[in-house]
């Protein structure tokens, strides 16, 4: 069983949508959640960073953590075109090393 | 702020050849740089942790002598694959990270793409 599992998609939807991207992890040490933005062929852009379970929001994304589940989500609100990418979310491990999940691909259709 | 950049951004080379890629840090000072490996539509999978001035310590499974790491300075990183195969053709991403910034956030490079024939 992989440490942090994420759907791989594809997924598809409408402009103007809402998007629900999610992750399940295993481990209890992880403390620190992000969310990564990656364009194809492109290094990772750090989009969300949080860590006490609960709503973080910034602008038209909203990181939510439930660790009791072991369960996190980004949303996407009045999602465009230029949100179609690859989202990876991460955890971190220890001080230093990051975990990623698979990445769940993304497209808005205009 | 926080701009990582890798040289070169794609490479060909042959097999039994080694290659160097460049990591760096343009606007701080990065006391601590990764590397990754990234297989296409694959997630990204930590390779090796350097910090200035030391050996780097690889992840389990990373051949040392194959995937030499060099951080000489607080700037600069390189990742030199040896006697490339077929098999080493991947997406090798970098990132930074400084502890003056007093977070766990690391910055990424935009990755170099290397083929071997």
């Known amino acids: 069983q992989k440490e942090v599992e994420q759907d791989p998609g594809p997924l598809s939807v409408p402009e103007g949508a809402i998007v629900s991207l999610n992750c399940t992890y295993s481990?209890?040490?992880?403390?620190?959640f992000m969310w990564y933005r990656q364009y194809s062929r492109k290094g990772p852009e750090l989009l969300m960073y949080?860590?006490?379970?609960g709503n973080k929001e910034d602008g038209r994304f909203t990181a939510q953590v439930d660790k009791s589940s072991k369960y996190i989500s980004l949303f996407i609100r009045d999602s465009q075109p230029s949100d179609s990418a690859t989202y990876l979310c991460?955890?971190?491990?220890?001080?230093?090393?990051?975990?990623f999940g698979q990445g769940t691909r993304l497209t808005i259709n205009p | 702020g926080a701009v990582v950049s890798q040289h070169p951004s794609w490479v060909i080379c042959k097999s039994g050849t080694s290659v160097k890629i460049e990591c760096r840090s343009l606007?701080?000072?990065?006391?601590?740089m990764f590397w990754y490996r990234q297989f296409p539509k694959q997630s990204l999978m930590l390779m090796a942790t350097?910090?200035?001035?030391?050996?780097?310590?690889?992840e389990q499974g990373v051949e040392k002598d194959k995937f030499l790491i060099n951080h000489a300075s607080l700037t600069l990183s390189t990742l030199t694959v040896t006697s490339a195969h077929p098999e080493d053709s991947s997406f090798y991403i970098c990132?930074?990270?400084?502890?003056?910034?007093?977070?766990?956030?690391?910055?990424f490079g935009p990755g170099t793409r290397l083929t071997v024939t």
């Open positions: 350097s910090n200035e001035g030391s050996k780097a310590t690889y």
């Open positions: 949080t860590y006490s379970s």
């Open positions: 990132s930074a990270r400084s502890f003056t910034t007093g977070n766990y956030e690391q910055y």
């Open positions: 481990n209890s040490a992880f403390q620190y």
């Open positions: 606007d701080f000072q990065a006391t601590t």
């Open positions: 991460a955890m971190l491990q220890g001080a230093q090393k990051l975990v």
